[in-house]
């Protein structure tokens, strides 16, 4: 069974960085499509960052410079670095993987199969 886990978010000031990661169980992770997305009180789940079966990587504009998804394989753990917070990164974060469209940059939700459970993220002004 595929099982996502994402490490414990954090409160931090604005300016500063948090790493969060999100380990994988059940299967091996560098074949997936694998994906970042958060969700702030009252608003739609946003997708973050995309990371193929390729290790090719895509953004959304607004964390672009300063948001990095990256892998560990033999970890089969994914990252995603987060620099230069702001107030407006304040978010439930969760990751998501699809096996079965590995080589696409996937951007939707509906598009990935299986979910962590989200971790907090907190930016203080």
């Known amino acids: ?13 604005a300016g ?27 608003k739609e789940r946003e997708w973050v960052a995309t990371i193929n079966s390729a290790g090719r990587t895509m953004y959304v504009d607004s964390v672009k410079g300063r948001f990095t998804i990256s892998q560990d394989n033999a970890k089969n753990t994914l990252y995603l670095q ?3 917070l702001t107030p407006e990164d ?3 974060y969760y990751c998501a993987a699809n096996p079965a469209r590995s080589q696409l940059l996937l951007t ?18």
């Open 1 to 13: 069974q595929v099982q996502l886990a994402e490490s414990v978010g954090g409160l931090v000031q």
């Open 16 to 42: 500063r960085f948090l790493r969060l990661s999100c380990a994988a169980s059940g299967y091996t992770f560098s074949s997936y499509c694998r994906g970042w997305f958060r969700q702030a009180p009252g």
């Open 82 to 84: 987060m620099n230069s």
């Open 108 to 125: 939707h939700p509906g598009d990935f199969i299986y979910w962590g459970r989200g971790t907090q993220v907190t930016v203080s002004s």
């Open 90 to 92: 304040t978010a439930m």
